[in-house]
């Protein structure tokens, strides 16, 4: 079972991170500052780091550079608000394997994360995945149905990839947001039925079913 070490200052993403990945199966350990963070890698044991840069009394850069220079050569995701080219070559170049900017989705970070967990001699992850007649590249973010190839926007990819990854689970309105929309959503909002609506309408009107009181499930 793989341990990782999430370094986030800001509470409510932390907890988010640590309840999406706890629920995929892994251990963690939350840290809020830069100190704390390089203390628990230097003593081993974790398999993975998400990093935010913006950490207190040592940022995030700092702490991969003391990381690296101390041969801990744990994969490290960069989760940071800082979109610029140069924060992401930055990190990269500091010895970081992967970057991430925040809003994010907590399926795309868990993909991250298998990702650079995944032996060398492992089998490459399926790229297309299929429920019936309905399949997603996830290449070429593209679905496919009876009625030839479609086009989606890259929120109705999203939900389509949720579904295909859950077939037959009833998902809530809650997960389906904290999924696709990331941690910054509105709960009492009713997006996720809009944009079930019109996946509906590309894909086939009876292959997502609602399941009154409950959810979504892909039929």
Known sequence: MSRILIAEDEQRIA?????????NGFVTTVVGDGDAALAHV???????????LGLPRRDGFAVLQAMRQAR???PVIILTARGSVNDTVAGLEGGADDYMTKPFRF???LARVRLRLRPADRTPEVTVLRNGP??????????ETPEGMVDLTAREFA?????????GQVLSREQILSHVWGYDFDPGSNVVDV???????????????????????LG
Do not use: C
């Open 195 to 217: 944009y079930v609506r019109t996946l509906r309408r590309k894909i086939g009107q009876d292959h997502i079913v609602t399941v009154r009181g409950m959810g979504y499930r």
């Open 42 to 52: 230097v003593a081993g044991g974790f398999d993975l780091v998400v990093l935010d």
């Open 15 to 23: 907890s988010f991170v640590e309840k999406g990945l706890r629920a």
């Open 72 to 74: 801990v050569n744990t």
């Open 159 to 167: 939900l389509l990839e949720l579904f295909l990854r859950h077939p």
């Open 107 to 109: 399926e795309e970070l």
């Open 134 to 143: 309905v399949s997603l590249d996830l290449r070429t973010r593209r679905a």
